[in-house]
């Protein structure tokens, strides 16, 4: 690990206590790692709002029985093809489906690219897991 440098915080009792039921249900061994992670989560978030190079997983849920649906699916895809690092597809029934795209690129367009997907018809559920490629982040 790099240079550690220890610092003190001064929080109310009631949050301390919550935050360490927290920390504990979350099986953290310390408060060091848990506010670690989140100053790394406050950072991945300000990288996506600044437009930053980031990292993410968009899933992806429908019915493949839905007309032209697959086909609306893939054109969005090829349209922001250089986003698209890999996809993986997998079958949850008769007809439903999830789709997972690793994408690598700036923040607006990994969003546009969410909100495309979004916007198909038949498409019943589309989420984003945000990360970072900085190695000030992880």
Same mark, same amino acid.
């Given at each position: 690990m790099a240079d550690l440098v220890r610092f003190g915080v001064s929080i109310e009792q009631s949050l301390h206590k919550r935050f360490d039921e927290k920390i504990t249900r979350q099986g953290y061994?310390? +408060?060091?790692?848990? *506010? +670690?992670?989140l100053i790394r989560n406050s950072l991945v978030k300000e990288n996506w709002d600044d437009n930053a190079v980031v990292a993410g997983g968009i899933s992806i849920v429908y019915n493949h029985h839905h007309r032209d649906l697959l086909a609306k699916i893939m054109d969005v895809q090829h349209d922001y093809y250089d986003l698209i690092i890999s996809s993986q597809h997998v079958h949850l029934g008769h007809s439903g489906c999830l789709e997972i795209l690793v994408v690598k690129g700036k923040s607006r367009k990994i969003q546009e690219l969410c909100e495309s997907l979004k916007s *198909?018809?038949? $498409? +019943?559920? $589309?989420g984003i897991t945000k990360t970072g490629i900085s190695s000030e982040i992880i």
């Open positions: 061994q310390n +408060r060091s790692e848990a *506010i +670690r992670d *198909i018809k038949g $498409v +019943r559920h $589309v």
